[in-house]
């Protein structure tokens, strides 16, 4: 397992946009896939979006599909976020994750080996 870095959460207002990072260390030849999950106040962690570090396939949980962005810069090390439009009812933490190598993306929380430690993201009234 290895510790990932987010970064980039805050505030953000209604209507606005905000990009979280999400640092790998070392090689990223070690995984094969990477995803963010959030978790709201008082609710399980769920799955917002993933990419395959190689082909760069992306998947999106429904409710933010057509806002949200995954992304990632191989040079770099680093898988982003972009957010449109955060809903303002829903602040939540942000977690990065990863997935070992030869398994592909998923959308399952425990399919994934290293996790980061989260970042807020609230949003104003």
């Known amino acids: 397992q290895v510790q990932l870095v987010e970064s980039g959460g805050g505030l953000v207002q209604p209507g606005g946009s905000l990009r979280l990072s999400c640092a790998v260390p070392?090689?990223?030849?070690?995984?094969?896939?990477m995803g963010w999950f959030r978790q709201a106040p008082g609710k399980e962690r769920e799955f917002v979006a993933a990419i395959t570090w190689s082909a760069g396939n992306t998947y999106y949980a429904d409710s933010v599909k057509g806002r949200f962005t995954i992304s990632r810069d191989s040079a770099k090390n680093t898988v982003y976020l972009h957010m449109n439009s955060p809903k303002p009812s829903v602040p939540a933490v942000y977690y990065c994750?990863?997935?070992?190598?030869?398994?592909?993306?998923?959308?399952?929380?425990?399919?994934?080996?290293?996790w980061g430690q989260g970042t807020q993201v609230p949003v104003s009234s």
């Open positions: 994750a990863a997935r070992r190598p030869g398994l592909g993306a998923s959308i399952v929380e425990n399919d994934y080996d290293s």
């Open positions: 070392g090689s990223i030849s070690r995984f094969s896939a």
